[in-house]
């Protein structure tokens, strides 16, 4: 008998490829072919093997299930065959009777030395080589290479890619070894193209379709991952049209058929819904049963929210059922049941309910465990939990607990603590079963930005340091017009009590601006060098106070070539508000911060409140003294579906309590100190492009020196904010969910609408164009004496005949010339300026991005506005 043998030579000196489906499979095993035997069985007197190389004959023999001395029939020898043939460890096999003497003669099938994949480009081979059954060193079998087929294709499926096919080939090297090559071609992604619903009357297919995760392909969706073909999404669009017509009142809704049809291309599928609606019900007697005794059935009823005459709707009985349990859970019933009793009127089309509130005991925690930390301590989640172990159990603090531990930031999002059975049965063990994240942060990275061109940043932080909750960092900032290094550390308890102390110690070096003919100006240097202490203590669950201390080293400067004059700030070059902000000063400042959050989750919230109330007295030492007073406060909604809403405001006020060194009728908090407004806090404005600013035109035509013209043109014109005492803020916000493609990506899109003004502050003295004008009128150049610092106008030249020319700006020998310039003050008023636009957060692989587009449509006259806004490389 004989198996069928593979094409080719076995040992062969050069390779060949041979594809798979040429080489014939082993065919079922023919017949022995012995001698003419008797009919009566006869006894095996010896077995020999021929042709193994790297199986002993022993083993074959084995595998054959025959022995020496066996009696043995035809039968006997075709069994043998068949054990032979399902080893699949020989591509020929057959046996020879010589009247007792078998020979067993094989040919091995190679062994695998490579597998080779080709054509992946949108699987990586780590993907799918863990997959595969074979492998190097392994025995080549057909039945592997099409499992292997199958599961790559299974692979490529689960991408949506039902056009992709794979093509095995061999390549036979020597001593008996082959290369298996598995040519993919991968296809394109089969999208759906056509959503069809069939016994829908009620509701229109646009509006069924929006129920759906599955979308049909279109320009819009072109984002999105759901126009591909997902056997899973396709069942669990079922349930969604089902819960969608059990919240319309449909209570017999059902799906007839759900079938996927594949187009001939292999492209594209057509998806076809067959439903049933049935007759649409309302809800009619709804009441409460309840066998706790801390429950009143008169009580629940009025919590209930639907009543007779409403259209039914089963997700309201889920929600209702949640909302009793969760009541239980507050009184201490961890364990209480809530059933629903549906009673169906098909006569008046209507729904009886009756909640049932099940007997059971009041549950105490009997433990609490914590789980999967394997760096972070467990006192550090431990902490976190609002019940210990012996307290009653109550659902609100368990849910407080699983926020808490959410806002922490050190494990998978979304962890919720798991409640099962204790000893008894009113014992209750929660765990927290947490995945550890990476929580240390080390960044080098250099971008562009519209605000400070050229950035390089250098961070290191590190949020859950030595795995007990601390926070240690250090980063280093440069750009054109800012520098700073910074270290920080905070410990959130201190000697294992609740309180938190850090620390940070800084220096920031920041270059002021203005523009001219629309380059960026550097008008004054501030360099700070400070440290901050600051101590939190919490009032209760949801209310902390903070207390805190700074001490700051300023030294303001202005460029001595650009604005200096024998040694002092010249107020014609630099403006007085300017120079009478430079000067070195020491600031000690004391103050407080008293915050209530209740917000879910303090990185990513979703529901919630937050209030903050700022204050800050410097004055205990230093050379400044005034009370700044900064509120905010903050809701975080969902409107609908994953739609959130941030709505803030915010506001705050500088109060001096001496001059702080400032003179006589000018303004006494220092321009360092005040507030400042525009972008990032309003979007749709530059860089402190919002309040109080003076702007000096420089472009001045004194052809007629009686009525000189004062050209308004943006590029010849000094822009400088001066800042104010007060100011409010105000944002509405909406995140805008996408497709889960998008958010792979890390898209994250929002609109927004922010408000704000900012004001009062004491007029600064300016220079005006009177100030150029001479005895008899006229507006002339004012010419300096370089030696002595004396000033006198300017003389108009006159040509070879005596006849004046030009303008009256000619200076003398010796003098330098300062041409006449108007100085005006806008902008100091708290009438609301709005912008209104829309934004993206992008996590880019070359660091995170933020775009904005906002339009500013209430603005006041010096305004500065902005349309479009990026940044690259910072924080956002």
Known sequence: MTGTMLA???????????????????????????????????????????????????????????????????????????????????????????????????????????????????????????????????????????????????????????????????????????????????????????????????????????????????????????????????????????????TQGYADFRVVSAVAELTSDRQDFIITYVVEEGERYHFGNVGVESDLRDFTPDTLQRLLPMHQGDWYNAKQVEDTVESLQQTAGLLGYAFAEVRPRFVRNRETRTMDIVFQVQESPRAYVERVDVNGNTLTSDKVVRREFRLNEGDAFNSFLVRRSQDRINSLGYFQDNLEIEQTPGSTPDRIILAANVEEKPTGELSLSAGFSSIENFILQGSIRQRNFRGMGQTISASVNYSNYSKSIELGFTEPNVFDRNISLSGQLFRRDYNSFNFINNNRNTTYQQVTTGLSLQAGVPLNEFMSLFLRYSLNFDDVTLDRNTFFFNGSCDPLLAGRYLCDSLGKRTTSLAGYSLVYDNR???????????????????????????????????????????????????????????????????????????????????????????????????????????????????????????????????RLEVDIPLGSGAQELGLRPSIFMDVGALFSVRRPTLTSLSSFRDTDGNFKTICRNQTTGTIQFGTQANNSSGMPVGEFNQCPTGFSGIRPFDERYFGDTPSPRLSVGFGVNWNSPFGPLRIDIARALLREPGDDTKLFTFNVGTQF
């Open 8 to 246: 080719g030579q076995v040992g062969a000196v050069h390779a060949q490829t041979v594809p798979v489906s040429a080489v014939p499979a082993p065919a079922t095993p023919a017949p022995a072919t012995p001698a003419p035997a008797p009919a009566e069985a006869r006894v095996i007197r010896a077995i020999s093997v021929v042709g193994n190389q790297r199986l002993e004959g022993d083993t074959v023999r084995t595998y054959a299930q025959l022995r020496v001395g066996q009696a043995y029939t035809r039968a006997t020898l075709d069994n043998a065959l068949r054990a032979l043939s399902q080893t699949e460890l020989f591509s020929q096999f057959q046996i020879t009777d010589n009247d007792g003497a078998l020979v067993i003669q094989v040919t091995e099938n190679p062994v695998v030395n490579r597998v080779i994949l080709e054509g992946n480009r949108r699987l990586d081979n780590d993907k799918i080589v863990p997959e595969l059954r074979l492998a190097a060193r392994q025995i080549y079998t057909r039945s592997r290479v099409r499992a292997d087929v199958a599961r790559i294709l299974e692979l490529y499926r689960r991408q949506g890619r039902y056009a992709a096919s794979v093509d095995p080939q061999l390549v036979r090297l020597d001593q008996n070894r082959v290369d298996v090559v598995y040519e993919i071609t991968e296809g394109d992604r089969s999208r759906v193209r056509q959503i069809n619903i069939i016994g829908n009357n009620a509701f229109t297919d646009g509006e069924l379709k929006g129920e759906m995760a599955t979308k049909e392909r279109r320009l819009t969706t072109f984002l999105s991952s759901n126009t591909t073909y997902d056997p899973d999404r396709l069942a669990y669009d079922q349930q969604k049209l089902r819960q969608f017509y059990l």
């Open 600 to 730: 879910d989750n303090r990185l990513r919230p979703t529901r919630g409140y937050s209030f903050t109330l700022n204050q800050d007295f410097a004055g205990l030492g230093g050379s400044v003294r005034y009370l700044r007073t900064i509120a905010a406060a903050s809701h975080h909604m969902r409107l609908f579906g994953d739609f959130i809403l941030n709505a803030s405001i915010e506001g705050g006020y500088i109060h001096p309590l001496g001059d702080n060194g400032a003179a006589p009728g000018t303004e006494r908090i220092r321009l360092t100190d005040r507030f400042f407004l525009g972008e990032p806090q309003m979007r749709g404005f530059d860089i402190r492009g919002v309040g109080p600013r003076v702007v000096r035109y420089t472009d001045v035509d004194l052809t007629n020196p009686m009525a000189p013209v004062v050209g308004q043109d943006r590029r010849t014109t000094v822009d400088d904010a001066v800042g104010a005492r007060a100011y409010y803020r105000g």
